[in-house]
Nanobody
Framework: QVQLVESGGGLVQAGGSLRLSCAAS????????MGWFRQAPGKEREFVARISWNGVSTYYSDSVKGRFTISRDNAKNSVYLQMNSLKPEDTAVYYCAAQRVPGAPSSFVREYDYWGQGTQVTVSS
């Protein structure tokens, strides 16, 4: 089992940057693909980005491509989301999630096995 704890959220002005971190427990972190999702009030949870177990492959939603960067450090059992050029529409609770390998890479909430508690990101205009 994997426990995930996000940090780094906060309040930022439009155009600013934040870096989210997700720390994972356990010795098998490198066995999981990792993803970031977000959920705005009144909306469904949506995919933001994912990264392969070894960090070689990444994939982004169209809404964040070119502005956000996902990365991981398996030695530190951590995954990160660097968010630049933030917009008010990026305001949401951000969650990291782990998906077991093997299994096809996925952007669907239901395909992820473990979730963190979330961290709030608020972007003011």
């Amino acid at each position: 089992q994997v426990q995930l704890v996000e940090s780094g959220g906060g309040l930022v002005q439009a155009g600013g940057s934040l870096r989210l971190s997700c720390a994972a427990s356990g010795r098998t972190f490198s066995s999981y693909r990792m993803g970031w999702f977000r959920q705005a009030p009144g909306k469904e949870r949506e995919f933001v980005a994912r990264i392969s177990w070894n960090g070689v492959s990444t994939y982004y939603s169209d809404s964040v491509k070119g502005r956000f960067t996902i990365s991981r450090d398996n030695a530190k059992n951590s995954v990160y989301l660097q968010m630049n050029s933030l917009k008010p529409e990026d305001t949401a609770v951000y969650y990291c999630a782990a998906q077991r390998v093997p299994g096809a890479p996925s952007s669907f909430v239901r395909e992820y096995d473990y979730w963190g508690q979330g961290t709030q990101v608020t972007v003011s205009s």
